[in-house]
């Protein structure tokens, strides 16, 4: 199946993640800039009026560059909404969203039919993070029109199955727009993740640690001192698994290696349940080990482009020796 138009010739195949409180306007403006998608979820605009007024600045930013770089323009953005019944703002937000005609809306925590067919009312795509098969199933049953697999090592919410196991076992019966998150930080990992079947790579933690990301700069220096080593994975917080920086743990007076287990049932959105979670408690994936330093998005995008283009070339090379 061949890629939704607004998908097609990206400069980078990478999706910036919709990082809860950290990713703002300005992180989506110089992501989409840059060559990529840039996205936030709907609900870091708080209060909810304020959607309306960032979607503006998005949305007015963005057509400016285009006008201004008809050779380079901006790739399209994504606004994330939560779905799951405990968000209370879902129907304002995409009421919002529909006003702005987001072109891409990534949905979580569930699947909803009637998200899927606004977006679709509007001429969006919709692309639905899942951690299985059988969630990606239901997913596509329900309209979506692409998958983000969330596999072991991603930030904030992720699952628990291998890249090579997740995208073989999706590919086996989807082929529309799918990307990979899991601890992909460098170009060649960006390339990897397209050999093994993705579209797109999807990265989010990394770009903690940018000039523009609304994070505490304690946050964004946690991300350049530490490693994989200090990724800790659990339910505590919000009642569904993620990943956390062990040292923001420890700092809410917590031990990283007993903690217990979450309940799902606790889990709240909306006008401002898991927001301490998010604030206090640090996400974050496994691949924060090539991070050195806190840098413009640009910058990090250029980076991986560096490196995307230079591992196609040792892929070349390597093709051509063994030919």
């Known amino acids: 199946m061949p890629l939704p138009p607004i998908l097609r010739n990206l400069p980078l195949p990478i999706i910036g993640a919709p990082m809860f409180i950290i990713a703002n306007p300005k992180l989506v403006i110089e992501q989409c800039t840059a060559g990529i998608v840039g996205s936030m979820p709907a609900l870091n605009a708080r209060p909810a009026s304020q959607l309306d007024e960032w979607l503006a600045e998005i949305t007015e930013t963005l057509a400016a560059w285009d006008r201004a770089h008809p050779e380079r323009k901006a790739a399209p953005f994504a606004i994330n909404q939560i779905v799951h019944k405990s968000n209370d703002r879902l129907e304002h937000d995409m009421a919002v969203c529909a006003k702005y005609k987001v072109p891409i809306v990534i949905t979580s925590l569930g699947a909803r039919p009637e998200v899927n067919e606004a977006v679709h009312g509007w001429g969006g795509v919709v692309l639905h993070d899942v951690i299985n098969n059988r969630f990606a199933r239901k997913a596509v ?37 799918l990307a990979l998150s899991g601890a992909i930080a460098t170009g060649g990992a960006v390339l990897a993740a397209q050999a093994m079947g993705a579209d797109f790579a999807y990265i989010g933690s990394p770009f903690i640690a ?40 420890r700092a809410a007076g917590l031990d990283p290696e007993h903690l217990p287990e979450g309940d799902v049932s606790t889990m709240q959105f909306g006008s401002g349940g898991a927001k301490k979670a998010w604030k206090d408690i640090w996400g974050c994936g496994q691949g924060i080990g090539v991070v050195k330093a806190v840098v413009p998005a640009a910058e990090l995008v250029a980076r991986l482009s560096r490196e995307y283009v230079a591992a196609r070339e040792r892929l070349a090379l390597l093709s051509a020796s063994v030919r």
Do not use: M
């Open 210 to 249: 940018t000039e523009e990301a609304k994070a505490p700069e304690a946050y964004k220096q946690c991300i350049v001192e530490c490693t994989s080593d200090d990724i800790v994975y659990s339910s505590l917080f919000t009642g569904v698994h993620g990943n956390y920086l062990a040292p923001s743990i």
């Open 141 to 177: 049953e329900k309209g979506a029109d692409g998958l983000i697999a969330v596999a072991a090592g991603a930030g904030g919410h992720a699952g628990v199955k291998s890249p090579f196991v997740l995208v073989a076992e999706l590919r086996e019966w989807f082929d529309g727009p």
